[in-house]
């Protein structure tokens, strides 16, 4: 069974840009999370999407935004890019939600580089 | 929020040793699970720990879920050269499915 996808796997853009990252989960997981991982905050939740339907948000600004669809690929976009955005974004995709019996599988994530 | 605290945050060895880490919070949690990351990778499930005092192993690595729910440790016997890289707790909440993940331990085995 392959494992979580992400693409790009790097990304260089500028200051005022946006950008849009792509997670396909492994096949019939349906729950994807998204994660921002710096050397100073370390791994940070984002948000969590289930059924097309964010079920969970992390304490990040509203520039950050996702969504999924139906075959549950994610989205994930950041607008107005800031240097501080810079990271590496991994998705982690699981069976479903709000049980205590599937852990979350990683993808190898995207490197986005804010110049 | 609810923070991990994860230690040591680096660990130099010699191959064949045994290495412990681990983690504590100030919060309980439902599930207690441990990865490694390799450089520009996405982190790899390793052990999973769902009751606590549950004491799992997987190979060469044992952790354990403390009894308390706000602590874990894992124990890597015999490193081999492979083991390098850097190892997260995380911690799963009642509800809702985030991770909240401790600051890693940065593992170098000298062979």
């Keep these: 069974k392959a494992g979580v996808t992400q693409t790009p796997?790097?990304?260089i853009k500028t200051r005022g840009q946006q950008v849009t990252l792509s997670c396909s989960p492994i096949s019939g997981h349906r729950s994807v999370s998204w994660y921002q991982q710096t050397p100073g905050q370390g791994l940070q939740f984002l948000f969590?999407?289930?059924s097309e339907t964010q079920r969970n948000k992390g304490n990040f600004p509203g520039r950050f935004s996702g969504r999924q669809f139906s075959n549950s690929r994610s989205e994930m976009n950041v607008s107005t890019l800031e240097l501080g955005d810079s990271a590496l974004y991994l998705c982690a995709s699981r069976y479903r939600t709000g049980s205590s019996y599937n852990e979350?599988?990683?993808?190898?994530g995207t490197r986005l580089t804010v110049l | 929020g609810q923070q991990l605290n994860q230690s040591p945050q680096s660990m130099f060895i010699q191959e064949g040793e045994d290495v412990s880490m681990n983690c504590t919070s100030s919060s309980i949690f439902n599930t207690w699970?441990?990865?490694k990351q390799d450089p520009g990778e996405g982190p790899v499930l390793l052990i999973a720990l769902y009751k606590a005092g549950e004491l799992t192993s997987n190979g060469r690595l044992t952790a354990q879920f403390g009894i308390t729910r706000k602590d874990s440790f894992l124990n890597i016997s015999a490193s081999i050269p492979?083991?390098?890289g850097i190892y997260f707790c995380a911690g799963q909440e009642t509800s809702g499915s985030r991770l909240?993940?401790?600051e890693?331990?940065?593992l170098?085995?000298?062979p």
């Design chain 1, 9 to 11: 796997r790097y990304l």
């Design chain 1, 48 to 50: 969590e999407y289930f």
């Design chain 1, 104 to 108: 979350q599988f990683f993808g190898p």
């Design chain 2, 33 to 35: 699970l441990w990865y």
């Design chain 2, 82 to 84: 492979s083991d390098v």
């Design chain 2, 100 to 102: 909240t993940f401790g």
């Design chain 2, 104 to 106: 890693g331990t940065q």
């Design chain 2, 108 to 110: 170098t085995v000298n």
